[in-house]
């Protein structure tokens, strides 16, 4: 290959993205993945003979359809399993609780809680596609400068006060609530059974770093509920061959394009020459030039470990060490010999193994998890999401075997007393009690386990404080103050570098918008 004309750090699905954008448009593109396997935390990975684990990421809905279509993803092996029904809730009285893709269905549920809560959904719902059609249309676009500096920066704003005069009353006020709300807030203004209020809460704190009283956690729920599979939105689903099946099908349509990728091998810094990047060096020692680079890692290891911090101004470098990155999320696997016995649904199988299914029984419940961590404790009592997406596709483990994913919140990076290789284990054996309580079956029935703390992810991903979303995605820190304020339009302080990942604008999850923006804004710059 010819000197590179970009080098992309890190083969994560966004740093794939802005890979084949940019070679469609004809640039010669190189990406250098430090682990075995592209994908960053959206992988597959055969952690035990016979079976095919999505570790980290586990669920598709918010990758742009523009995105699929553009790379073709279908062609090169995309395929998605949209989960029905969507959400069980056991609680411990007993009763549960379906969500499903038939809204008929799903109101027949509500209303075994409350008749006025099963009349208002519909209009819950049409709230939120209203105003995810806003926010969806401002995913594939640049933030405007903050502050802005000049008339064309003014013009972009008066576009973007454009888009929300077409609004009415309603909408403008649901905007302006989704964005410095509760989930809990948010919710108690539609519905008054703590049952649904407590399904639909988790969407709001999945990831997040509060509980669901905690301000702008609405956000975090309408942000998962943006998504769409086979064009109906709101659902997530299940990708065939795991989540390493998105990233092998972008970087697929990357190489069809003449991307070149390079996997197990580590960047150890970025070359700046006249305050300019100008390549990468590698850990082993080897120079690589090329005419621009883009960091698909997350702000802090971007600027705080790969550039030498005398090419940065002080001002911007205390801005990104300010920015709250670290996490609570944990990652367990399990490989299992059955399914799963619900106390409150006996039978398997059974259309409760084929959603997903919530350890929360309330509100409070999920509050208290969240003041343990916020004090830097594991939570005693943990939300939990499972999934066995086994139940779409078999071909993820050996014959009448399963895999179960519990992402798991609270769990926080650092903490007040011991450390995560010391409380890793017994943290696993008290979310293992606690499935007991739902689940009496779930000990018999684990053949192994991997079990991944923040601090774990952080290891194996590169994500700094093991924050799946590259740092909160909390008001202050969305949009135009994305990463750091003045630097939220995919270029940084350094000519020629960019940041492509989650760090940047629009944000967390598989979606690779942030790829797609930072390519076309390479573009520009050519």
């Not at 850990?283 to 090419?311: C, Q, Y």
């Not at 010999?337 to 929360?360: D, K, N």
């Not at 684990?446 to 008001?475: A, C, K, W, Y």
Request: with cysteine; glycine share 12%.
């Amino acid at each position: 290959m010819k000197k590179p004309n970009v080098i992309i750090v890190g083969g994560g699905h966004n740093g794939l993205v802005a890979a084949a954008y940019l070679a469609r448009a004809g640039r010669r593109v190189l990406v250098l993945e430090r682990r075995e396997l592209v994908g960053g935390c959206a992988v597959t990975e055969e952690i035990w003979p016979g079976y095919r684990v999505s570790t980290a990421a586990y669920l598709t809905s918010l990758l742009q359809e523009r995105i699929v279509r553009d790379l073709d993803l279908v062609r090169y092996g995309y395929r998605v399993d949209a989960k029905d029904p969507a959400f069980f809730s056991p609680f411990p009285d007993g009763r549960y609780f379906f969500m499903w893709q038939d809204r008929a269905k799903t109101l027949a549920e509500i209303a075994k809680f409350s008749k006025r809560d099963a009349e208002a959904y519909g209009a819950y719902e049409d709230h939120l596609e209203r105003l995810s059609q806003v926010v969806e249309g401002m995913l594939l676009t640049t933030p405007p400068e903050f502050p802005p500096r000049g008339v064309g920066d003014f013009l972009d704003y008066l576009k973007l006060a454009a888009r929300f005069a077409k609004l009415g009353r309603k909408e403008l006020t649901g905007l302006v609530k989704i964005f410095t709300s509760s989930a809990s807030d948010f919710l108690d203004e539609w519905f008054e059974s703590p049952e649904v209020k407590v399904t639909l809460a988790t969407d709001g704190v999945i990831g997040a770093n509060g509980g669901p009283r905690s301000p702008g956690t609405a956000y975090i729920l309408l942000h998962h509920c943006m998504g769409s599979v086979g064009g109906k939105r709101g659902l997530w689903g299940f990708v065939r061959g795991g989540m390493g099946a998105v990233s092998e099908a972008i970087a697929s349509s990357a190489r069809a394009q003449g991307v070149q990728i390079r996997t197990g091998v580590e960047v150890e810094h970025i070359l700046v020459r006249g305050g300019r990047a100008c390549g990468v060096v590698l850990k082993d020692g080897e120079e690589i030039e090329a005419d621009t680079v883009a960091s698909n890692l997350d702000p802090h290891a971007t600027f705080l470990r790969l550039v030498d911090g005398a090419e940065l101004d002080p001002e911007f470098t205390g801005a990104i060490r300010r920015m709250r990155i670290e996490g609570t999320s944990l990652k367990m696997n399990l490989a299992l010999s059955g399914l799963p016995e619900f106390r409150a649904l006996p039978g398997a199988p059974g259309p409760q193994h084929g959603a997903t299914m919530h350890i929360c029984p309330s509100i409070e419940y999920v509050e208290r998890a969240w003041d343990d961590a916020k004090y830097g404790r594991p939570s005693e009592r943990p939300m939990l999401e499972m999934t066995i997406p086994t139940i779409y596709d078999p071909s993820l483990a050996p014959p009448g075997r399963h895999i179960m994913g519990i992402f798991l919140q609270y769990a926080p990076y650092t903490l007040r007393d011991g450390n995560w290789d010391a409380e890793r284990e017994p943290f696993a054996e008290r979310v293992f009690d606690l499935i007991e309580e739902y689940v009496p079956n779930i000990r018999s029935i684990v053949t192994d386990r991997q079990v991944l703390t923040p601090l774990d992810l952080e290891r194996r991903f590169g994500i700094t404080g093991g924050n799946i979303f590259h740092g909160e995605m909390s008001l202050d820190q969305m949009y135009v103050m994305r990463p750091v304020a003045g630097w939220a339009r995919y270029r940084t302080p350094i000519r020629g570098l960019y940041l492509c990942g989650s760090g940047a604008h629009p944000g967390g999850g598989v979606m690779g918008a942030p790829g797609y923006n930072a390519a076309r804004e390479m573009l520009k710059d050519r």
